[in-house]
Nanobody, 122 residues
Framework: QDQLVESGGGLVQAGGSLRLSCAAS????????MGWFRRGPGKKREFVAS????????DYADSVKGRFTISRDNAKNTVYLQMNSLKPEDTAVYYC???????????????WGQGTQVTVSS
């Protein structure tokens, strides 16, 4: 089973926090890089953050840097996205993805989760 399953989305007030989880299984675990992407209403899918399974090197979109933190628990094959100081513009469906390279372009990622909705109210 090659699968990514997101969880942790929900409704939160502006300034609040949420923690998203992405459980990986099958060949997704063999991918070098785990990433988070999002698609807001009327927007294109955009890169949020990524990390490497080995070494834990991270990248962040400028829009979330300083507010979001990506991390992983290798023993649990799980990647997290801690989202603090949430803003209404963070409202989106958040997707977990896995791929071979440390890239921000979504086309490089081979596996995708179903997404989890994050709604930030003003």
């Amino acid at each position: 089973q090659d699968q990514l399953v997101e969880s942790g989305g929900g409704l939160v007030q502006a300034g609040g926090s949420l923690r998203l989880s992405c459980a990986a299984s099958g060949r997704t675990i063999s991918s070098n890089v785990m990433g988070w992407f999002r698609r807001g209403p009327g927007k294109k899918r955009e890169f949020v953050a990524s990390l490497t399974w080995i070494g834990g090197s991270t990248d962040y979109a400028d829009s979330v840097k300083g507010r979001f933190t990506i991390s992983r628990d290798n023993a649990k094959n799980t990647v997290y996205l801690q989202m603090n100081s949430l803003k209404p513009e963070d409202t989106a469906v958040y997707y977990c993805a896995a791929g071979p390279l440390r890239k921000s372009d979504s086309s490089w990622y081979n596996y995708w989760g179903q997404g989890t909705q994050v709604t930030v109210s003003s």
